[in-house]
């Protein structure tokens, strides 16, 4: 298998630090930890690009909370400076998998998305009677370290560069703990492996790249192992579509044997096959072979975010600009499904 190396370059340089930072940056400007940052931005990228080229760098502590929108999860922010870093590392990386992904890979990727997730969706709808949806469960804190780093040092043979993955990788470890039930797997041969080091912290630049590298063999498997030329995934959210349900059936067992290898489950219960007529509750849609609804809870949670947008920005805490942005991309997000009736009522209401 072809290999990578004289990466670490393209990492620790002032152009691609200052590339990283204006990434890091988007939707963050006004942070403390950002401002404080570009106070003091060409010594701040100095001091990175020293520790980086010397290998003295090291991450930084995470600062971990929950959200419950859409669901519970635990999120853990890691330093401005790390962030850099990861956006860094990670623009060096992406030109060599995108090679490696499956074209329908949708989640973290240029030129694909939500939308276009959704879009595929309805075309294989319309193509095949029947769909196989599978999610992986607790995915985040159930991503192996080790198994992650194997997988890296498959494609990368730049040293630094893999000390530097391994340095984000390990700085991971534990954080996720609490959200993981630990489970045992056919491999495992004594409670030490199934204590092994594990977790990718939810907000990290890197753990949404890690997610699509560590899933690739899993898309693999499915199109090229198994067949299936229905298929797509976003992050651990996949479809396989077929034309009858013993075909499904078998692919599922097969795919639960496969991820026992990378210590991974599915929700068993949720993975079975139904026809595509019923609809596809998919990235926060019920998705139909002619139309798609928007889940009624994500209305509602738009609904309460909005009213306190509106009453922030009626006390002055928020300029027009951030209100009037945050509206459209709503806008623009909803209206990938039917909901003008939805829209016309919420923003009615708010007028009102």
């Known amino acids: 298998m072809k290999t990578y190396n004289h990466l670490y370059a393209q990492i620790a340089n002032f152009q691609s630090l200052y590339a990283a930072w204006r990434k890091a940056r988007r939707g963050k400007r006004y942070t403390p930890s950002a ?43 890691a330093p401005f400076r790390d962030r850099v870093v990861h956006h860094a590392l990670c623009a060096a990386l992406t ?23 959704l879009d595929r969706c309805t075309q294989f709808m319309r193509k095949w009677r029947y769909v196989l949806q599978c999610d992986i469960e607790q995915f985040f804190p159930a991503v192996d370290h080790a198994l992650l780093k194997e997988m890296l040092a498959r494609t990368i043979a730049c040293r630094k560069t893999l000390r ?37 912290p939810i907000g ?11 899933l690739n063999p899993l898309d693999h498997f499915i199109k090229r192992e198994l067949g299936c030329r229905g298929y797509l995934r976003y992050v651990d959210d996949f479809l396989l579509f077929a034309d009858d349900t013993r075909t499904l059936h078998l692919w599922r067992e097969a795919i ?38 928007l889940k009624r809870e994500k209305g509602i949670a738009f609904r309460r975010h909005l009213y306190g947008l509106y009453h922030a920005y009626r006390r002055g ?23 003008w009736g939805l829209r016309r009522e919420i923003f009615a209401g708010m007028v009102g």
């Open 95 to 117: 030109p060599i998998y995108e090679r490696k992904f499956i074209y329908d890979s949708y989640a973290n990727r240029v030129g694909k998305g939500t939308h276009a997730a």
């Open 164 to 200: 530097l993955c391994d340095k984000i990788i390990d700085g991971g470890a534990g954080i996720l703990d609490s959200e993981y039930t630990i489970r045992w797997f056919p491999q495992d041969k004594s409670l030490f492996d199934a204590l092994r080091p594990r977790g990718l």
């Open 35 to 77: 401002s404080a940052f570009e106070s003091s931005l060409d010594e701040a990228l100095l001091q990175l690009y020293e520790a980086l080229s010397d290998e003295s760098y090291r991450p930084g502590a995470y600062r971990s909370f929950t959200i419950n929108e859409p669901k519970r999860r635990r999120i853990s922010a």
């Open 204 to 214: 990290n630049q890197t753990s949404q790249f890690w997610a699509n590298v560590y």
């Open 317 to 339: 805490e928020i300029p027009h600009k951030k209100l009037k942005a945050s509206i459209q991309a709503w806008v623009g997000h909803a209206a990938h499904g039917d909901t």
């Open 256 to 293: 639960m044997t496969f991820l026992d290898q990378q210590r991974l489950t599915i929700h068993e219960n949720r993975a079975q096959p139904t026809p595509v007529e019923h609809g596809i509750p998919f990235l926060g849609f019920t998705v139909f072979p002619t139309h798609r609804r």
